[in-house]
């Protein structure tokens, strides 16, 4: 079976498809509006919130370009200067305006000077998501990937730190179950001290065997001749 990268010219069906799977970024996210104008320049292709109410920005390529970076920090500045308006205006939406906004890139590539300026940028929650369009066999499917993400998420962190505390957990009860280290406390006992005494006794004892080997001489049968 074949497969086939597909090429998507128009930004409108990209953000489309994107709109459909927002669950491969986060499955608690919600869109909220599209399309907005920030200058002449720049536009705020997707704005999303998740279930803490987080604002979640999504600036799309349909190829790789260094500039939607650009635009992506305006679109971000944006909505964080504009939160509270965004929360009033939206009320049917549940939008944390003092929590900082993120930002998601998504772009067939990236760039390596894209990639060094994101991950060296402190303060901004910038994340890159690499996407392809393939067909396989008479299927088609569209395919998000995080190449980098400023906030991980959390859930899984969460299960697995909590599995990694179990384990130790049972390894430690297994541990202080051999007790012969505290007994070990019992050999300092003064046992040895009276030992220096039956020494000397046992000294003076081969000395009466040496005595009785000398009472053996009169039983000579010498006399019953």
Known sequence: MSIEKIKVERRSELEEMVAKELNQIGTDLMMICNNVPINDKATLDVLCHDNKGQLVI??????????MLLHGIQSLDYVDK???FLKATYNKNNIDDKAKPRLVLIAPSFSDAVRH????????????????????????????????TSEPRERPRQERSAEKKNEPKHGKKKEPEP???PEMKEEPTPPPEPTVEPPAEEFREPEKPAEEAKEEPPRRKLKLF
């Open 58 to 67: 999504l600036q799309l390529s349909a190829s790789e370009d260094d500039i």
């Open 82 to 84: 504009f939160k509270s």
């Open 117 to 148: 300026v994101v991950e060296s940028m402190k303060g901004l929650n910038i994340d890159l998501y690499e996407w392809e369009y393939l067909r396989i066999g008479d299927n088609k499917g569209f395919y998000l990937q995080p190449l980098f």
């Open 179 to 181: 007790a012969a280290e």
